[in-house]
Protein backbone atom coordinates (compact mmCIF):
# COMPACT_ATOMS: atom_id res chain seq x y z
CA UNK A 1 0.00 0.00 0.00
CA UNK A 2 1.26 3.50 -1.13
CA UNK A 3 1.16 6.54 1.67
CA UNK A 4 2.01 9.31 1.17
CA UNK A 5 3.44 10.93 4.12
CA UNK A 6 2.43 14.21 5.52
CA UNK A 7 3.82 16.41 8.40
CA UNK A 8 3.90 20.01 10.15
CA UNK A 9 0.39 19.66 11.92
CA UNK A 10 0.24 20.79 15.70
CA UNK A 11 -1.48 22.75 18.04
CA UNK A 12 -1.53 26.76 17.05
CA UNK A 13 -3.19 29.80 18.84
CA UNK A 14 -5.99 31.72 16.60
CA UNK A 15 -4.43 33.99 13.74
CA UNK A 16 -1.53 31.80 14.02
CA UNK A 17 0.36 29.94 11.05
CA UNK A 18 1.53 26.80 9.99
CA UNK A 19 2.81 25.10 7.22
CA UNK A 20 1.65 21.62 6.25
CA UNK A 21 4.02 19.26 3.99
CA UNK A 22 3.76 15.92 1.97
CA UNK A 23 5.97 14.15 0.47
CA UNK A 24 5.52 11.17 -1.80
CA UNK A 25 7.74 7.87 -1.05
CA UNK A 26 10.11 6.51 -3.38
CA UNK A 27 7.85 3.72 -4.90
CA UNK A 28 5.83 6.31 -6.84
CA UNK A 29 8.49 8.24 -7.63
CA UNK A 30 8.18 7.52 -11.48
CA UNK A 31 4.67 8.58 -11.57
CA UNK A 32 4.42 11.63 -10.04
CA UNK A 33 4.89 14.01 -11.95
CA UNK A 34 1.62 12.85 -13.42
CA UNK A 35 -0.39 13.49 -10.80
CA UNK A 36 -2.96 15.70 -9.24
CA UNK A 37 -1.69 16.77 -5.69
CA UNK A 38 -4.07 18.06 -3.19
CA UNK A 39 -5.32 18.86 0.32
CA UNK A 40 -8.22 17.86 2.09
CA UNK A 41 -9.34 18.05 5.69
CA UNK A 42 -11.68 16.55 7.75
CA UNK A 43 -13.54 17.40 10.83
CA UNK A 44 -14.93 14.50 12.82
CA UNK A 45 -18.84 13.98 12.09
CA UNK A 46 -18.46 15.37 9.08
CA UNK A 47 -17.29 14.91 5.12
CA UNK A 48 -13.94 14.90 3.95
CA UNK A 49 -13.37 18.24 2.21
CA UNK A 50 -11.04 19.37 -0.60
CA UNK A 51 -9.25 22.39 1.09
CA UNK A 52 -6.98 22.99 -2.23
CA UNK A 53 -5.21 21.20 -5.65
CA UNK A 54 -1.94 21.66 -7.36
CA UNK A 55 -1.83 19.93 -11.15
CA UNK A 56 2.02 18.46 -12.64
CA UNK A 57 2.39 22.26 -14.63
CA UNK A 58 1.72 23.72 -10.87
CA UNK A 59 -1.85 25.46 -11.80
CA UNK A 60 -3.45 25.48 -8.68
CA UNK A 61 -7.30 25.63 -7.18
CA UNK A 62 -9.10 26.04 -4.12
CA UNK A 63 -11.87 25.49 -2.61
CA UNK A 64 -14.35 28.81 -1.78
CA UNK A 65 -12.99 30.40 1.26
CA UNK A 66 -10.06 29.11 1.06
CA UNK A 67 -7.66 30.66 -1.33
CA UNK A 68 -7.29 34.07 0.95
CA UNK A 69 -5.38 32.18 3.90
CA UNK A 70 -4.23 28.81 2.44
CA UNK A 71 -1.60 28.54 0.07
CA UNK A 72 -0.45 25.46 -1.77
CA UNK A 73 2.76 24.81 -3.74
CA UNK A 74 4.83 22.02 -5.11
CA UNK A 75 8.16 21.45 -5.64
CA UNK A 76 8.55 18.39 -8.24
CA UNK A 77 12.11 18.06 -7.85
CA UNK A 78 11.76 17.08 -4.21
CA UNK A 79 8.32 15.04 -4.76
CA UNK A 80 6.89 17.05 -2.16
CA UNK A 81 3.67 19.60 -1.49
CA UNK A 82 2.88 22.36 0.89
CA UNK A 83 0.29 23.82 2.69
CA UNK A 84 0.78 27.12 3.95
CA UNK A 85 -1.76 28.32 6.32
CA UNK A 86 -2.29 31.71 7.74
CA UNK A 87 -5.14 33.27 10.03
CA UNK A 88 -6.10 30.03 11.46
CA UNK A 89 -9.26 30.29 13.48
CA UNK A 90 -10.96 27.27 15.48
CA UNK A 91 -12.80 26.23 12.62
CA UNK A 92 -10.01 25.45 10.48
CA UNK A 93 -9.32 22.07 13.12
CA UNK A 94 -9.07 19.61 11.38
CA UNK A 95 -7.22 16.22 10.18
CA UNK A 96 -5.44 17.52 6.65
CA UNK A 97 -4.68 14.73 4.17
CA UNK A 98 -2.77 14.61 1.42
CA UNK A 99 -3.74 12.87 -1.64
CA UNK A 100 -2.56 12.24 -5.11
CA UNK A 101 -4.44 11.10 -8.11
CA UNK A 102 -3.51 10.39 -11.31
CA UNK A 103 -3.35 8.18 -14.85
CA UNK A 104 -4.49 4.36 -14.69
CA UNK A 105 -6.97 4.79 -11.52
CA UNK A 106 -4.04 6.04 -9.38
CA UNK A 107 -5.42 7.08 -6.13
CA UNK A 108 -2.86 7.59 -2.79
CA UNK A 109 -3.38 8.75 0.83
CA UNK A 110 -1.59 9.86 3.49
CA UNK A 111 -2.51 8.88 7.25
CA UNK A 112 -3.45 12.65 8.13
CA UNK A 113 -1.92 14.95 9.81
CA UNK A 114 -3.87 16.59 12.83
CA UNK A 115 -4.44 20.90 12.60
CA UNK A 116 -5.78 22.03 16.32
CA UNK A 117 -6.61 25.83 16.42
CA UNK A 118 -6.88 26.21 20.06
CA UNK A 119 -5.96 29.41 22.48
Known amino acids: QVLLVESGGGLVQPGGSLRLSCAAP???????????MAWYRQVPGKQRELVAS???????NYADSMEARFTISRDNARKTIYLNMNNLQSEDTAVYYC??????????WGKGTLVTVSS
Open 54 to 60: VNPSKRT
Open 26 to 36: RTITSVYNTLL
Open 99 to 108: NGAGPGNRNY
